[in-house]
C-alpha cells in the first residue's frame, strides 16, 4: 500500500493537484500580502472568500451565467472587505476585532441565506453553479508528463501565476507600489511628504478584498460547482501564514502557499492508508503551525543577530571616539 502511494506523490498528477488545491490558498495570500504590506492586515480573508463563494455559485445558478457569477462574487467580496475597511479606518474599530466579528458574520450568514434559498443548511446540491472554463494549452497539452502538469487546469490557476507576477510588478516597480510600502514601513513619514495614508490603506483592503474573491471563487465553481457551508475551512488564515513565511514577499508567498498545498494534497493521498482520518485531516493544519514556528524562530534569530551587530558597532564608535 506504502509503494502506491509513493508512486502516486511522485506522479505528474500529484504535482498538476498540488497547483489545483494551492490556487485557493495563492489569491488571497497575495491580497493578504499587499494589506500587510500597507499595515492593514486583512484578517477577514477567510469571511470575504465564503462570501464571494456563495454569492457566486447564487448569481450564476439563477442567471445560467457563469461570468456574472464571478462578477457577482467579487464585488460581494469588495463590499466586505470595505466594510472592514470602514470601520477600521474612518470609525477607528481594531482591525483584527473587525475582522474577527467579519468572519464570523459571514459564516453564520451565508449558512442562513442558504438555508433560505434551498432548505438545506450543509450545501447548495439542489442550486448547482455552473463551472469556470478549463484551460487546456495547445501543443503543450500533448508532451508526456509536462502536459499533464501545467495543462488542463481551470483559469483561476492560471490566474494565480500571472497575478503573483503583476503584484510584483505592482509592488516594486511602480510609484504606487512604493507609496503603499512606504505607508506600511512608516505612516507618520509618509504622511509627512503629502502621502493619504488612509486613502492607500482602503485601496490595498479593497484589492486584498478581489484577490481573496477570486480565492472563494474557486473553490465553488471551479474546484466544486456548489457552495458548503465553511468550505473555506481556514485557507483565509493559512493564506495569512504564507504571508509571512514567504518574507511579506510575491514570490515568497506563492512558494509557501504551494508548500501548504502540498501537504493538503499529501493529506489527500494518504487517506488511502489504514490511519485514522483524524490524524490524516489534521496534516495541513500543522504544517503551518510548524511552519509558523519556523518562521517565528528565524525572525528571533535574526533580531538577535541585529542586535549584536549593533552592539559592536556601537563599542566600536565607542572606543573610536576614546582614541
Known sequence: MWELVLKGIFSALFVASVLRISTPLILPALGGLISELSGATNIALEGIMLVAAFTGVVISAYTQNVWLGVIAGILSGVLVAAFLAYFHLYLGADLFLSGIAINIMATGGTIF????????????????????????????????????????????????????????????????????????????????????????????????????????????????????REMTAGRGFIALAAVFLGGRTPWGTLIAAILFGFFDALSNQLGSLAIPSQWVQMIPYAATVLALVVYSVRQRAQAIERARRFQEKHLAETHAAGD
Open 113 to 228: 441565506l442558504l438555508y433560505v434559498l434551498t432548505g438545506d443548511k450543509g450545501s447548495s446540491s439542489t442550486l448547482a453553479s455552473k463551472a469556470v472554463p478549463v484551460v487546456n494549452i495547445p501543443v503543450v497539452k500533448d508532451i508526456p508528463v509536462v502536459g499533464t502538469i501545467l495543462s488542463g487546469h481551470n483559469i483561476f490557476t492560471y490566474l494565480a501565476f500571472i497575478l503573483t507576477w503583476l503584484v510584483s510588478v505592482y509592488l516594486y516597480r511602480t510609484p504606487q507600489g512604493v507609496h503603499l510600502r512606504a505607508v506600511g514601513e512608516n505612516p507618520e513619514a509618509a504622511a509627512s511628504l503629502g502621502l493619504n495614508v488612509r486613502r492607500i490603506r482602503l485601496g490595498a483592503l479593497l484589492l486584498s478584498g478581489v484577490l481573496a474573491s477570486l480565492g472563494g471563487l474557486n473553490l465553488s465553481m471551479a474546484y466544486l460547482t456548489l457552495f458548503q
